[in-house]
């Protein structure tokens, strides 16, 4: 089993930035993948960022260079760097992580663009 604790969204104008965090039960190195999906209002979940077990990262195309996901694994706490942020990232934003061959979902935690 892992728990998810997400915080660090909120309301911000264009352009700005945001940090979220995410915190785990589990060691991050236990993990096969740790990341971010967000799901806005009549539209799917899709993956924004993520990091496998080896440490490659991967990126939604649209937030390519102005997003970043990082970990501090002795505090088993995922980031996503949010900056120069638009209008169309308001979303909630979910922490994921897979262990094993199970997924497992963080409440999620509202960000909101405005412009």
């Known amino acids: 089993q892992v728990q998810l604790v997400e915080s660090g969204g909120g309301l911000v104008q264009a352009g700005g930035s945001l940090r979220l965090s995410c915190v785990v039960s589990r060691s991050l190195f236990s993990l096969n993948a740790v990341g971010w999906y967000r799901q806005a209002p009549g539209k799917q979940r899709e993956l924004v960022a993520n990091i496998v077990s080896g440490g490659w990262t991967t990126y939604l195309d649209s937030v390519k260079g102005r997003f970043t996901i990082s970990r501090d694994n002795p505090e088993n706490t995922v980031y996503l760097q949010m900056n120069s942020l638009k209008p169309e990232d308001t979303a909630v934003y979910y922490c994921?992580?897979?262990?094993?061959?199970?997924?497992?979902w963080g409440q999620g935690t509202q960000v909101t663009v405005s412009s």
């Open positions: 994921n992580a897979k262990y094993w061959d199970e997924t497992y």
